[in-house]
């Protein structure tokens, strides 16, 4: 009697672990599944918000001029969009009989709203060619930076910057500056720039200053400065903004 109890024992015993390991295993199964899950979602998300954004391809504006005496078309490459436009593009030219006479591909990095680049493509022919563009597969648009509503003005840049751009005083758009402030960018050196103009400033005058701003800060290595500009917005003093040139 006492074996039989026994062995009856041993046997719960046994059938108890083997419920126990098969729980664990259903369980390592949901989890599986739901990481899984969860990459699908994701995955799912940032192909619908690069199909949103395919669209904004249409403001990416390629156009080519021929240069006869060099032999080579110039291709201009505009981004009219509101994001920074990253991308290849691979650019085609034909002659009347359909065959290619040149191609290149020119590579575009953090193109700026608003901003242009360009590049020269030998061709073997000249005379009326057509051309076909097409982008590269992971062609970026992001959100340029921009000043939010808690960022605080750095004084001691926006002091540096007024007094460099004192020295353009002389010109006939300068007196319409009313006011510069420069705030911390994402990088340690990285500025952003906000002009305020007089109410009367004619966009000619609002387009120099930001783009006297941008040229003059934006570009080389900064060793005479504190900073490095990544982005320009001239602004009235109601906050609407009439001007934005970023890198």
Known sequence: MKKLLLIFALTCVILSGCSSNSQQTDNSKS???STSSGQSSETSKEETQKEDLSK???????????????GYEKVTIENTSSYVFTSSVHVRFYNSNNKMVGNDTIFVESLA????????ISVSELGELSFKYDFSMNYEFTEPQSVSNNQTVNDDWSAEMTEKMSGFQNTSWYPFIEEINVYNGDGERDALVIAIVSSNTSQEDIDRIGNTIFGNFAF????DRSFDVISVSVQNS???ELFLRTK
Request: overall charge negative; cysteine-free; proline content about 3%.
């Open 31 to 33: 989890s599986v599944q």
């Open 56 to 70: 904004e391809l249409e403001n990416i504006k390629v156009t080519a001029s021929l240069d006869e005496m060099m």
């Open 220 to 223: 080389g290595t900064g060793a």
């Open 113 to 120: 709203p608003g901003d242009y680049t360009w590049a020269n």
């Open 238 to 240: 109601n906050g609407d």
